[in-house]
């Protein structure tokens, strides 16, 4: 294996050189890669404010690139954020990434530069495609499971393997059955790679596995937060894309890193799209989504006491989900519902304090506009897509008018679902979050869906 130059004391030494040889392995696109984009949009909002379904939708377009999650696996591996390098929150500053080790700042730059770009649609067998994809998914197991011993050349044989035998019975990369039979060869071999991480359809899960799915984290050291991501077929920017074409950032963390990310991309336009979602609505899925069998995101340093939670999972005691605002110490034992309207009201005001500076264009984007039928969705993307630069056309403009279903749901989702806990949602919004509310134009909650 490569031997790695610089190191994060908290990740294991072989980890990081299963990663430095995956780099090696998929090979470097070019220099520089974060100093060439030059535009980039942030998709700001609260976690479960609907941004996967927004990000989803705006994959569609062949006009923009993305990362194919989001961008937290890789500042971890270079020790950036809670509970890395003395870090007490999520909130990260351009000072943060001025002091960061030139060679770990080097190991981001090729880390992002082998992650963004597009879907690849093309339907073809291209074995040279077919070998860059089974690459990406290694590279990807690895981040995932950090603590099981993958070998990455060993490992990449076998996707290679799997996905042949995909093709040959008629299935494309990608697809969740691909992902199911790769899991469970993985577990022939005894690697533990657990399925119910994934975003994967819950009846295909519930009708192949023996097991339901665990409460407890995927291990005690994480890159990636679950559910996890399944790579599809993807095409990385070259050049003339970094320098023509919009760099979506989807991750409800970045509300705390606006100014880092403004200095990750120096030359770059920057803009922000301020998706927002009434606080009982958004509270509603955090709620859910504490209960749920992922979204882990922080192991803590304390035990945490969350009423609502810690009794009901035990296993999850050391575990914050979601992301993590300054001042969360102070809600480690606190209610459920209370610790949920936090999120929501930190998130939202970070955004609108850094959105003071007139000199960051932004636009609003409200997630029950997106969410009142197919002719709302299409007038609110054809409006973005205008102040995005982009052609609003072809299988986009389809997609957005279609939708599309449940992303990383912990329920179906419906409008007005808040209201089966109406009452303890209403006593949990306090002063300081309803003030939040009205600043976003939430003002009346009989209105909210």
Same mark, same amino acid.
């Given at each position: 294996?490569?031997?790695?130059?610089?190191?994060?004391?908290?990740?294991?030494?072989?980890?990081?050189?299963?990663?430095?040889?995956?780099?090696?392995?998929?090979?470097?696109?070019?220099?520089?890669?974060?100093?060439?984009?030059?535009?980039?949009?942030?998709?700001?909002?609260?976690?479960?404010?609907?941004?996967?379904?927004?990000?989803?939708? =705006?994959?569609?377009?062949?006009?923009?690139?993305?990362?194919?999650?989001?961008?937290?696996?890789?500042?971890?591996?270079?020790?950036?954020?809670?509970?890395?390098?003395?870090?007490?929150?999520?909130?990260?500053?351009?000072?943060?990434?001025?002091?960061?080790?030139?060679?770990?700042?080097?190991?981001?730059?090729?880390?992002?530069? =082998?992650?963004?770009?597009?879907?690849?649609?093309?339907?073809?067998?291209?074995?040279?495609?077919?070998?860059?994809?089974?690459?990406?998914?290694?590279?990807?197991?690895?981040?995932?499971?950090?603590?099981?011993?993958?070998?990455?050349?060993?490992?990449?044989?076998?996707?290679?393997?799997?996905?042949?035998?995909?093709?040959?019975?008629?299935?494309?990369?990608?697809?969740?059955?691909?992902?199911?039979?790769?899991?469970?060869?993985?577990?022939?071999?005894?690697?533990?790679?657990?399925?119910?991480?994934?975003?994967?359809?819950?009846?295909?899960?519930?009708?192949?596995?023996?097991?339901?799915?665990?409460?407890?984290?995927?291990?005690?050291?994480?890159?990636?937060?679950?559910?996890?991501?399944?790579?599809?077929?993807?095409?990385?920017?070259?050049?003339?894309?970094?320098?023509?074409?919009?760099?979506?950032?989807?991750?409800?963390?970045?509300?705390?890193?606006?100014?880092?990310?403004?200095?990750?991309?120096?030359?770059?336009?920057?803009?922000?799209?301020?998706?927002?979602?009434?606080?009982?609505?958004?509270?509603?899925?955090?709620?859910?989504?504490?209960?749920?069998?992922?979204?882990?995101?922080?192991?803590?340093?304390?035990?945490?006491?969350?009423?609502?939670?810690?009794?009901?999972?035990?296993?999850?005691?050391?575990?914050?989900?979601?992301?993590?605002?300054?001042?969360?110490?102070?809600?480690?034992?606190?209610?459920?519902?209370?610790?949920?309207?936090?999120?929501?009201?930190?998130?939202?005001?970070?955004?609108?304090?850094?959105?003071?500076?007139?000199?960051?264009?932004?636009?609003?984007?409200?997630?029950?506009?997106?969410?009142?039928?197919?002719?709302?969705?299409?007038?609110?993307?054809?409006?973005?897509?205008?102040?995005?630069?982009?052609?609003?056309?072809?299988?986009?403009?389809?997609?957005?008018?279609?939708?599309?279903?449940?992303?990383?749901?912990?329920?179906?989702?419906?409008?007005?679902?808040?209201?089966?806990?109406?009452?303890?949602?209403?006593?949990?919004?306090?002063?300081?979050?309803?003030?939040?509310?009205?600043?976003?134009?939430?003002?009346?909650?009989?209105?909210?869906?």
């Amino acid at each position: 294996m490569t031997a790695r130059a610089t190191t994060v004391p908290e990740l294991r030494p072989e980890l990081t050189d299963r990663l430095a040889t995956l780099r090696r392995m998929r090979g470097r696109p070019g220099p520089a890669t974060t100093a060439r984009v030059r535009d980039v949009v942030v998709l700001a909002s609260s976690s479960r404010g609907g941004s996967s379904m927004v990000a989803e939708l =705006l994959r569609t377009s062949t006009d923009l690139l993305h990362l194919r999650g989001e961008i937290n696996p890789f500042l971890r591996m270079v020790g950036l954020g809670y509970p890395y390098g003395g870090a007490t929150s999520d909130r990260l500053a351009a000072a943060d990434l001025a002091s960061l080790d030139p060679e770990l700042g080097a190991v981001l730059d090729e880390e992002l530069a =082998l992650e963004i770009g597009a879907a690849d649609r093309r339907t073809d067998e291209d074995p040279a495609a077919d070998e860059r994809f089974a690459l990406d998914v290694t590279a990807r197991l690895v981040m995932q499971w950090p603590e099981l011993p993958l070998n990455p050349e060993k490992l990449a044989a076998t996707v290679l393997d799997r996905l042949a035998a995909h093709r040959a019975g008629g299935g494309r990369p990608g697809a969740p059955r691909f992902y199911l039979d790769l899991f469970q060869e993985l577990a022939r071999q005894g690697l533990d790679v657990e399925p119910w991480f994934y975003d994967l359809p819950r009846r295909l899960l519930r009708a192949e596995l023996p097991h339901p799915a665990p409460r407890g984290a995927p291990g005690e050291t994480l890159l990636e937060e679950p559910p996890f991501v399944l790579p599809v077929p993807w095409r990385l920017a070259g050049p003339g894309d970094l320098a023509s074409r919009p760099l979506v950032i989807k991750t409800p963390s970045n509300a705390y890193r606006l100014g880092f990310l403004r200095a990750l991309f120096p030359a770059a336009r920057f803009r922000v799209v301020h998706l927002t979602r009434n606080p009982a609505a958004a509270v509603n899925g955090l709620h859910d989504g504490w209960l749920h069998h992922g979204f882990h995101a922080h192991r803590t340093t304390r035990p945490l006491g969350i009423s609502g939670y810690t009794e009901r999972h035990p296993d999850n005691r050391w575990w914050w989900k979601f992301d993590l605002p300054p001042g969360w110490e102070e809600f480690a034992d606190a209610p459920l519902l209370d610790v949920c309207a936090f999120q929501w009201r930190s998130a939202h005001q970070a955004v609108l304090d850094d959105l003071q500076d007139p000199a960051v264009p932004r636009t609003t984007l409200r997630f029950e506009d997106l969410i009142a039928g197919p002719d709302r969705r299409t007038e609110c993307f054809e409006k973005l897509a205008d102040w995005l630069g982009v052609p609003f056309e072809g299988e986009f403009r389809r997609a957005v008018h279609q939708g599309i279903g449940p992303v990383v749901a912990t329920r179906e989702p419906r409008p007005g679902r808040w209201r089966e806990r109406a009452a303890s949602i209403e006593a949990a919004l306090d002063s300081g979050t309803r003030r939040t509310a009205e600043r976003l134009g939430y003002t009346d909650p009989a209105e909210w869906v």
